[in-house]
């Protein structure tokens, strides 16, 4: 299995509370993503990295700000949490060799 | 925009039977396209990966097919088991190669 691990597992916040999700991988690849997962919606892209500091917007990335400080590590940050953004977060990274998507084990998240 | 769909959402088939499960995308220029499995409450697991210049992927009880003109991929699994009752998700990787757009998945009951 890739490396890649997300904590917290499980986390109930209430609404307007900053909230930040961390994902660590020790493959040192350079693509990391955030996703979120919601019935009816499947699964969709929140924010990328392509490198340290380097990161950009995927197709719902209002509300959600991310940080990469280092290779390893990519933050996913709710700045004012919402009912709305109660949801399964998963880290994903890319193996460059076929370009391979591997994925972490969730976040469970609950904002009240 | 890359639309991927995967129907139908759901199956049922009786232990031993073949399964085969289809996932279409409307832009054929992709760079290659991944089969995860999702366990309830888990995270995906990658199952087998086709490059877009590959006709098709093999791994043990598991087959897969790409037709990049025809906009559609097959995932063959022989011989079903009540084991792979999940939900079988396919994505496809743009031609940029870094981003990936998902199916709304078909989740498996195979019954003893």
């Known amino acids: 299995d890739a490396g890649i691990t997300q904590s917290p597992r499980h986390k109930v916040t209430e609404t307007g509370t900053p909230v930040t999700l961390r994902c660590h991988q020790t493959?040192?690849?350079?693509?990391m993503y955030w996703y979120r997962q919601d019935p009816g919606h499947g699964l969709r892209l929140i924010h990328y990295?392509?490198?340290?500091?380097?990161?950009d917007k995927g197709e719902v990335s209002d509300g959600y700000s991310v940080s990469r400080s280092k290779t390893e590590d990519f933050l996913l940050t709710l700045e004012s949490a919402t009912s709305s953004q109660t949801s399964v977060y998963f880290c994903?990274?890319?193996?460059?060799?076929?370009?391979?998507?591997?994925f972490g084990p969730g976040t469970r998240l609950t904002v009240l | 925009k890359q639309e991927v769909t995967q129907i139908p959402a759901a199956l049922s088939v009786p232990e031993g039977e073949n399964l085969v499960l289809n996932c279409s995308f409307t832009?054929?220029?992709?760079?290659?396209l991944q089969w995860f499995r999702q366990d309830p409450g888990k995270g995906l697991t990658s199952l087998l990966l086709?490059?877009?210049?590959?006709r098709e992927q093999t791994s043990g009880r598991l087959n897969a097919s790409l037709d990049k003109s025809s906009g559609r991929s097959t995932l063959y699994i022989a011989a079903s088991q009540p084991g792979d009752s999940a939900t079988y998700l396919c994505?496809?990787?743009?031609?940029?190669?870094?981003?990936?757009?998902f199916g709304g998945g078909t989740r498996v009951l195979v019954k003893p």
């Open positions: 994903a990274i890319t193996d460059p060799t076929y370009n391979e998507q591997f």
């Open positions: 493959e040192n690849h350079r693509y």
């Open positions: 990295s392509y490198g340290v500091k380097d990161t």
């Open positions: 832009d054929s220029a992709i760079y290659n």
């Open positions: 086709i490059q877009s210049s590959q």
């Open positions: 994505a496809v990787i743009g031609a940029a190669g870094n981003k990936l757009t």
